[in-house]
T-cell receptor, first 114, second 115 residues
Framework: ETGVTQSPTHLIKTRGQQVTLRCSSQSGHNTVSWYQQALGQGPQFIFQ???????GRGNFPPRFSGLQFPNYSSELNVNALELDDSALYLC?????????????FGPGTRLTVT | AQTVTQSQPEMSVQEAETVTLSCTYD???????LFWYKQPPSRQMILVIR??????QNATENRFSVNFQKAAKSFSLKISDSQLGDAAMYFCAYRGGGSNYKLTFGKGTLLTVNP
């Protein structure tokens, strides 16, 4: 059973650019959640995808968007990057249909915006 | 909106001793779940223990146990026989009982274990 993986590990972008982060779910999972963790803070919920549909969104602007693919892997896209977007981005996968949704986290992508 | 508060930014404990990390939360929901996650320097968030709000019995996982006080909206984590590998950032998290499975996290407590 493979765990949750994320790519890339680190990324440096310039303000105004666009970035795509990727997440591969744990085998058998159908739900992916994305979180932003600023330095010294707890993770903040960005959005969740369930069976390729958005299933809830946190307080993030529309320039944060996502996709979930038929194999349940996922992408987080951020347009018009701002300095405050510098953070660790975590994805977590889970199996929603069981009634108990334990989320398994990936190691994260560290994004630095300069 | 639900909030989670961890009032201890840092804690330290001697190896083999016991330490308790505090967490309080605010919610108007009656059905919810509470979690403690551990985030070591490797950054990967690992689930330590979970508690369903409808269960009165406190959850226990080996050396980790919780003190869940529903009326007081308090959810503390006790680590017994602390080990060097327990050193990490610990986050308390809340999840509502609805179909939106988002986790709301506290700011974390950095635990240091001294040999």
């Amino acid at each position: 059973e493979t765990g949750v993986t994320q790519s890339p590990t680190h990324l440096i972008k310039t303000r105004g650019q666009q970035v795509t982060l990727r997440c591969s779910s744990q085998s058998g999972h159908n739900t992916v959640s994305w979180y932003q963790q600023a330095l010294g803070q707890g993770p903040q919920f960005i959005f969740q995808y369930y069976r390729e549909e958005e299933n809830g969104r946190g307080n993030f602007p529309p320039r944060f968007s996502g996709l979930q693919f038929p194999n349940y892997s996922s992408e987080l896209n951020v347009n018009a990057l701002e300095l405050d977007d510098s953070a660790l981005y975590l994805c977590a996968s889970s199996l929603k249909d069981t009634g108990w949704d334990e989320q398994y986290f990936g190691p994260g992508t560290r994004l630095t915006v300069t | 909106a639900q909030t989670v508060t961890q009032s201890q930014p840092e804690m330290s404990v001697q190896e083999a001793e016991t330490v308790t990390l505090s967490c309080t939360y605010d919610t108007s929901e009656s059905d919810y779940y509470l979690f403690w996650y551990k985030q070591p320097p490797s950054r990967q968030m690992i689930l330590v223990i979970r508690q369903e709000a409808y269960k009165q019995q406190n959850a226990t996982e080996n050396r980790f146990s919780v003190n869940f006080q529903k009326a007081a909206k308090s959810f503390s984590l006790k680590i017994s026989d602390s080990q060097l590998g327990d050193a990490a950032m610990y986050f308390c998290a809340y999840r509502g009982g609805g179909s939106n499975y988002k986790l709301t996290f506290g700011k974390g407590t950095l635990l240091t274990v001294n040999p």
